[in-house]
Structures are given as structure tokens and as C-alpha cells.
């Protein structure tokens, strides 16, 4: 079966500091995968996705940047968070095209 | 890019109404998701309906695509069924991007 998994699930960090959230997935090759973030009480704002290792498609200008280093991982980084960087994090995957998307549990990150 | 509105933005009703969520988008798409974002903030899949009707228990879903809508039915609402409805789809003309509606927060009061 396919599973996702996102860590860490609650994270604090300073200002200043780097970041890195990653997200695996387990089941199926080549999926699509998905970065978002959510402010408090807002909708999903979509930050990166990609379709295969080393394609990466940057959806907002912003402090953060995604990789895609094996099939079936996606990170996600900062070298330097700023406050507005606050939020949460949502990754995501589709085995295809015309498939449902499953989304992992969340990293909830607070930049102090 | 594709738009994606959804309708009310909030609603509050007492356990055991119905409801009816909307959402509109302003292409054609290929998918379509209804989603249960739950109070610990985990997106629960409701239903992958890019067009026909789907009924699981006391939800349905209906989409309607060449008029472009979709809508999510709940019946005799439980407290349970609090929380955020998102309606998510991708369009034809960028088919890996998935778009996000700004969502329902449904509010069921005992």
C-alpha cells in the first residue's frame, strides 16, 4: 500500500536559522509530489510540486526552496527563516495524472 | 491559472441539519478532491469525483463538470463533522498543479 510520511511534526526555530522538512513515500515510483503551506485559519497555498527526481517547479517567490534528491523524497528548505515563514507545512503526493492526491500529517512550524 | 471558489465561507448549524457546500472553478479540469481538514489540521480524503455523483455513508458528492461546480452534500450532521472542507482540482492546461479552494469551516453545534 502507499504511505506518506512527513517530519518533524511540530518544529520551533529561531530566526535566522536554516530549515529542513522532508517527506518520503512508500508504495509507488515517479509520483507528483507537493509542498504547502497553510497560515492560521487560511486555505493551502501551494509552494513547490515536482514530477521526477531534479524537477522542481516553484509556484511563489519566497525564502524557501525545494529538492528532490530520489523518487520518493521531497525536501524542503531555508537558509534563513524569517517570522513570516511561520506556519503549516503540508506535503503531498499523486501516483499520477488522474489519481488522488494523499496528503502526510503535517509539520507545524513557528519561527520565533 | 485556475481559479477555485467555494462557498459559504463559513456555516453553522445544529447537529442532525443537512448542508450543502459549493465549490466553482473557472476551467476545465481533469480532477477533482473534496477534502476534511480535522481540528489537529489533517487532510482527511473525502472524495475523487471529477464528474458523476458519489455517496459514502451519510456524505455525497456531486460534480457537474461541464457547468463547472461541484457539490458536497452532509447528512444529519454530527459534531465530528467539524472542521474545514476543501475543494481541490487540476486543470487540463497545467495538470500537475493541484489548486486549492479557501475552503468551508463548517462549525456543528451539539
Known amino acids: 500500500s502507499q504511505t506518506i510520511h512527513q517530519w518533524p511534526a511540530t518544529l520551533v526555530q529561531p530566526v535566522g536559522s536554516p530549515l529542513s522538512l522532508e517527506c518520503t513515500v512508500e508504495?509507488?515510483?515517479?509520483?507528483?509530489l507537493y509542498w504547502y503551506r497553510q497560515a492560521a485559519g487560511r486555505g493551502l497555498q501551494l509552494l513547490f510540486y515536482?514530477?521526477?527526481?531534479?524537477?522542481i517547479s516553484s509556484e511563489v517567490p519566497q525564502n524557501l526552496s525545494a529538492s528532490r534528491p530520489q523518487d520518493r523524497q521531497f525536501i524542503l528548505s531555508s537558509k534563513k527563516l524569517l517570522l513570516s515563514d511561520s506556519g503549516f507545512y503540508l506535503c503531498?503526493?499523486?501516483?499520477?495524472?488522474?489519481?488522488?492526491?494523499?496528503f502526510g500529517q503535517g509539520t507545524r512550524l513557528t519561527v520565533v | 491559472g485556475i481559479q477555485v471558489e467555494q462557498s459559504p465561507p463559513d456555516l453553522i448549524l445544529q447537529e442532525g441539519a443537512n448542508s450543502t457546500l459549493r465549490c466553482n472553478f473557472s476551467?476545465?479540469?481533469?480532477?477533482l478532491q473534496w477534502f476534511h481538514q480535522n481540528p489537529w489540521g489533517q487532510l482527511i480524503n473525502l472524495f475523487y469525483?471529477?464528474?458523476g455523483t458519489k455517496q459514502n455513508g451519510r456524505l455525497s458528492a456531486t460534480t457537474v463538470a461541464t457547468e463547472r461546480y461541484s457539490l458536497l452534500y452532509i447528512s444529519s450532521s454530527q459534531t465530528t463533522d467539524s472542521g474545514v472542507y476543501f475543494c481541490?482540482?487540476?486543470?487540463?492546461?497545467?495538470?500537475?498543479?493541484?489548486?486549492f479552494g479557501s475552503g468551508t469551516r463548517l462549525s456543528i453545534r451539539p
Open positions: 481541490a482540482v487540476r486543470g487540463y492546461s497545467s495538470a500537475s498543479k493541484i489548486i
Open positions: 476551467d476545465s479540469v481533469n480532477n
Open positions: 515536482s514530477v521526477g527526481i531534479g524537477q
Open positions: 503531498a503526493y499523486a501516483a499520477g495524472l488522474n489519481t488522488e492526491a494523499f
Open positions: 469525483i471529477p464528474s
Open positions: 508504495g509507488t515510483s515517479n509520483p507528483n
